[in-house]
């Protein structure tokens, strides 16, 4: 293949990748602070997108006041999934909250499927327009918002965690919590803004990759297993590795795709296998000595 | 009134007469043995995966995988190979159990989410691959595959089914229990309560963690290659992630870590949906959700807690 198609292909990769990283993000940052591995934040976003469908084509709301709701949404929903399910739950084991989370993607794609229906229907593209090119490169108007945003909420996440006193919190949580207590920080509402941010940012995931695929109950399942991916592949515990994880997974797979497109889907997932038996600490984790 | 083992001995033959007396109860409506069938084949994986998590504390993400190993293994051995229906069955279950193995190694290294992860993607990548061979019928799916044959005897029947799977459901449950009060079963416990007081007992972790693989993938193997010939028809997509969520529901609603919980969670899992039926099916899937949620808040042990509640009420 030529290089033009190659710098293509891998454009193309990254803006997958990108959405890969949104949700991957979402998900390091609730389980690094919470310790919940949130099996329930692609359906979240599903959900909160088939209220902006209909706030877009019912109600006619304009896109930059939906992308504000959406992103409202998801934090409105991750405030009640913290105070009224997880806080109650808090101190017990890893399966019972990784079930905890799977019962909530249920609900919602349950939901989904009754209030909607499960027919697929075409979600409007952000932007319209004839795709750019610049040189070799052509890019759709949409890619270019996705690599955007994911850019932007990049920034944000790491002023929010690095710059900020709640930031801070967070982050002196994920290392120790009972430390962090102690030193009177007030670790529930720190759990409700970090469950805030992470569902928000499920809902704009969502948002910006639906018009790719359609509308349907189940259509983030894959996108969540490529972001589980890319948070292996970047070591669990740290949002920067969720971020490069899910770009490498997008652009890897989309190169993979064009060569052999039979094996797009199952080349990444045995290749996180692989990275999880040799690299438990993936790209970018702390290396870890063996716990029992 | 009466003693407390004539109360249970009664309690116990009432059971197993009400399940004998089923199909006749049901003569004039043969679909609901059919889905009893069904619960029946969805309990048996189940049990596996509850072997898997209930027992051995290893959470697996991607057990349909198992059930697709072993119905494909069968289906094709008969279908292409024109191989014996029983020797197929256990093919299928060898296969499932080989798979296990394979699947089961990560397990050694892994724990936690991260486990969930690399068995969520083995098992989506199983699925994906059968979608891919031409063997296995790829994405048409197999069709057609021939129906139960018992030696001379043809299982037709959705009645003759039901009283087929009843025996082997309650053999594999049997066995389940005996290996679960064995040596061995003691030690798969004392892993999953904790790996380092194991080892320090002599207890050989790595090794108890592989059988408890194997012997659920083996079970859940056993459940496909019966699923294969009752059915007829398998299609890769309906092993997929979640397929393998769908029997993880089904163990954690029935009861992690009991033996009953499986049959409850199955058929919770394969009734629900036809009771309220109609449009309102997809509700069906948020009163999973709830359901799921609502044991792991509420009912550590699912609806088996509420049975075994029930019981000591009643002083059975």
């Not at chain 1, 797009?264 to 290396?287: A, E």
Request: with cysteine.
């Amino acid at each position: 293949m030529n290089s033009s198609i190659l710098l293509n292909l891998t454009l193309r990769g990254l803006t997958t990748g990108a959405v890969y990283a949104l949700v991957g993000m979402g998900i390091v940052l609730i389980l690094q602070t919470t310790n919940v591995m949130n099996f329930a934040q692609g359906d979240t976003g599903m959900f909160i997108t088939y209220l902006a469908f209909f706030m877009i084509t019912t109600a006619k709301v304009p896109y930059s006041l939906v992308l504000i709701l959406v992103i409202a949404a998801g934090a409105v929903i991750g405030l009640l999934v913290e105070r009224f399910l997880m806080r109650s739950v808090r101190s017990r084991s890893h399966l019972s909250l990784i079930m905890l989370t799977l019962g909530l993607s249920l609900v919602f794609q349950g939901l989904a499927a009754f209030l909607f229906n499960t027919e697929p229907r075409l979600f409007p593209p952000l932007v319209t327009g004839d795709p750019v090119q610049v040189g070799p490169v052509v890019l759709s108007r949409q890619d270019i918002v996705v690599l955007l945003a994911t850019l932007v909420v990049f920034g944000i996440l790491y002023l929010f965690l690095y710059r900020t006193k709640q930031g801070t919190a967070a982050r002196s949580i994920s290392q120790d919590e009972y430390a962090a207590r102690v030193l009177g920080i007030p670790t529930p509402s720190i759990y409700m803004l970090v469950w805030a941010i992470g569902s928000a940012l499920a809902g704009l995931a969502a948002l910006l990759i639906v018009p790719r695929f359609s509308l349907e109950p189940s259509f983030m399942g894959l996108i969540q297993v490529k972001a589980f991916s890319a948070i292996v592949l970047g070591g669990m515990d740290s949002v920067f590795g969720a971020a490069v994880g899910g770009l490498i997974i997008g652009v890897v797979e989309n190169l993979v795709a064009y060569q052999f497109p039979a094996i797009k889907d199952s080349f990444m997932l045995i290749v996180v296998v692989i990275v999880l038996l040799v690299l438990p600490q993936g790209l970018f984790g702390k290396r870890q000595q063996r716990r029992f | 009134m009466f003693s407390p083992e004539k109360k249970r001995l009664t309690a116990n033959a009432v059971l197993v007469l009400l399940v004998l007396v089923m199909p006749l109860v049901f003569w004039t409506k043969p679909s609901v043995i059919g889905y009893l069938n069904i619960a029946m084949l969805y309990a048996l994986a189940t049990q596996g995966l509850n072997l898997l998590m209930g027992y051995g504390g290893l959470v697996s993400l991607g057990h349909a995988a198992f059930m697709a190993i072993g119905g494909y293994t069968a289906a094709v051995l008969v279908m292409t190979y024109h191989v014996n229906m029983f020797l197929a069955i256990l093919a299928g279950v060898a296969g499932a159990g080989v798979f296990g193995l394979v699947i089961g190694f990560p397990s050694l290294r892994l724990s936690g989410f991260y486990l969930a992860v690399a068995t969520m993607a083995l098992g989506s990548s199983t699925a994906d691959v059968i979608k891919r061979l031409s063997i296995t019928g790829g994405d048409y799916g197999l069709a057609n595959i021939p129906s139960l044959r018992l030696g001379p005897w043809t299982l037709a029947s959705d009645a003759s089914r039901y009283y087929f799977f009843v025996v082997v459901l309650a053999l594999v449950f049997l066995g389940v229990r005996n290996f679960l009060n064995s040596r061995s079963g003691r030690a798969v416990r004392a892993v999953r309560d904790s790996e380092m007081t194991a080892a320090a007992i002599g207890i050989n972790v790595a090794a108890y963690k592989l059988i408890t693989f194997v012997f659920a993938a083996c079970i859940a193997g056993l459940s496909g290659a019966l699923y294969a010939f009752t059915i007829s028809y398998l299609h890769p997509s309906n092993f997929g992630l979640t397929f393998s969520i769908g029997l993880l529901s089904m163990s954690i609603i029935g009861g992690l870590g009991t033996i009953i919980g499986p049959i409850l969670g199955a058929l919770f899992w394969v009734m629900l949906p036809l009771i309220i039926g109609g449009k309102l099916t997809y509700l069906a899937t948020v009163i999973f959700g709830l359901s799921i949620m609502g044991s792991v808040v509420f009912l550590p042990k699912g609806l088996s807690e509420l049975v075994t509640r029930v019981q000591s009420r009643l002083k059975l």
